[in-house]
């Protein structure tokens, strides 16, 4: 009788101490991430070696890149910089930019590297979503088979969708991403309404932004180098950290000496809570819209 005792209480142990462990696993499962933009190696002024010495202190070894990383497109020296920079403990993703790729030479030699011109991963509840606003015939537009891709992905079942890309849909520089075509980029700001996506993150512009548009936060993730523009607002060269904390994905945006210059929070779709640092969800920019630069 003692014995069955004994056992029914080891029993209940072994299950409460589960239990204990069982949020803490969950969490585990979550990678701290770093998004990088505009990293323009081979030009000279690129900080991304900085950045990467910064990450991996930091104890990160993923990067989501949001474009040019490189700036001659389809130069295989410039990319095995890239490649050597990153350095091959890490996972990269990358949403490639106009410098990556500009034509069909340049996006064969992108493919001979990434194997495919768009992706997603997921990482527990999280879809992240990794696209291409540069393929031959359809720049600064998501279309045709890349829209249909990404309608499918979002339409799983992810408590966050987290969209990576290099050209805007709002950019800071009119006229400067995806609002060449505004009805296309209006639809695919509701796509990303209705599928419940948190947070997009481009480049393109080499100044960081912050948007709230009807729930979902858009980020101008800065540069890591190339030319500062006269939109230049002063929090041009910084690379972004993502940690997930609780139900939270928070977000500290760094300069090049780890500084946090910015930092925000984005909970699931239109339930998103800016943690600080509201009246950066309106346009500050205004006066810069008549600028129009491609680059
Ligand atoms: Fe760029």
Not at 273 to 281: F, T
Request: proline residues 3%; hydrophobic residues 40%; glycine residues 10%.
């Amino acid at each position: 009788m003692k014995e069955k005792v004994f056992i029914r209480k080891a029993v209940l142990c072994v299950a409460g101490l589960l239990l204990l462990l069982a949020p803490l696993s969950l969490r585990a499962q979550y990678a701290a991430f770093a998004v990088v933009s505009d990293s323009h190696v081979g030009a000279p002024g690129s900080v991304y070696a900085e950045f990467i010495r910064n990450i991996e202190e930091e104890g990160t070894r993923m990067i989501v890149h949001t474009g040019d990383a490189i700036n001659s497109p389809g130069s295989l020296s410039q990319w095995a910089q890239f490649f050597d920079i990153t350095g091959t403990d890490k996972t990269l993703y990358l949403a490639p930019g106009n410098h990556d790729i500009n034509g069909q030479k340049s996006l064969d030699v992108y493919l001979g590297f990434f194997g495919v011109p768009y992706s997603s991963t997921s990482d527990g509840d999280t879809l992240l979503v990794f696209l291409n606003t540069e393929l031959p015939g359809e720049e600064s537009r998501i279309a045709d088979e890349q829209l249909a891709w990404l309608s499918a992905e979002l339409a799983k079942p992810f408590r966050y969708k987290l969209v990576f890309l290099h050209e805007p849909l709002f950019p800071v520089i009119r006229h400067h991403g995806l609002d060449r075509y505004a009805q296309e980029r209006d639809n695919l700001h509701l796509l990303f309404v209705r599928s419940g996506v948190s947070l997009v993150v481009a480049g393109h512009d080499h100044v960081y932004d912050r948007s709230l548009r009807d729930g979902v936060t858009y980020v101008i993730g800065g540069r890591a180098g190339g030319k500062v523009w006269p939109t230049n607002n002063g929090r041009s060269t910084c690379y972004i950290t993502a940690k997930r904390t609780g139900d939270f994905y928070s977000f500290e945006v760094k300069d090049v000496n780890g500084k946090v210059k910015d930092a925000f929070a984005v909970k699931r779709g239109a339930q998103q809570k800016s943690a600080e640092g509201r009246e950066n969800n309106r346009r500050t920019t205004a006066s810069l819209g008549r600028l129009s630069l491609r680059d």
